[in-house]
């Protein structure tokens, strides 16, 4: 298990930009999630995927933010003109599939911190 | 609706102290919880969970909780502090789906420092 990985690691861009994420969950893990965390807070759950089906979304993603995960393997995580608001981190975490061992465990990435200027 | 609320969100200890993190839950179902760490500019990594078998967790590096339902509560022990142990701590909830995760929802943290 090579563990969740996340690209960039850091990423900085000006008011308006567009920026996306990407995020490759561990390998058979067919459940992927996108968490956003602010200076001196807990993550909070922005959507959640199974294979390749976004089953849940967080009224905290605004119609500027959206993910995807085409062939149920990496995800992608775009915002739209971006605001200074969404400077934060951007984790994701991954968990396998029910009646396996560790099912009940999100494996979290390093995340991208993302500085919007 | 689930919440998890930390007591603390700041607590200083020495080394070689006991290490008391204190959490507190709200659920209407059977929940799952879970304590996880996290270092500077880093994700967050497992310490220990409870998903109904037995009340009393040990986790890594030498941390333990116990889930009280009584008490609604789940806080996080460890009987000797080392300097590596300062970090922040998040405790989460999510419902047992039998066997599955859904969203964890996070308490807001608790930093631990560590006196030489």
Redesign the interface.
Known sequence: DTG?S?DPRHKITKRGQNVTFRCDPISEHN?L?W?RQTL??????LT?FQNEAQL?K?RLLSDRFSAERPKGSFSTLEIQRTEQGDSAMY?C?S?P???TGS?????????T?LTVL | AQS?TQLG?HVSVSEGALVLLRCNYSSSVPP?L?W?VQYP??????LL?Y?SAATLVKGINGFEAEFKKSETSFHLTKPSAHMSDAAEY?C?VTMN?????????????TLLAVQP
């Open positions: 969740v996340q459940r999630y968490y001196g807070q807990g993550p909070e759950f959640y849940e967080s984790l975490a968990s599939r029910p009646g099912a009940d465990t999100q494996y979290f990435g390093p995340g911190r | 998890v969100s799952y879970f996880y500019n880093q994700g967050l990594q497992l969970k998903t998040f989460a789906y039998g066997g599955a995760t859904n969203k964890l929802i996070f308490g807001t943290g």
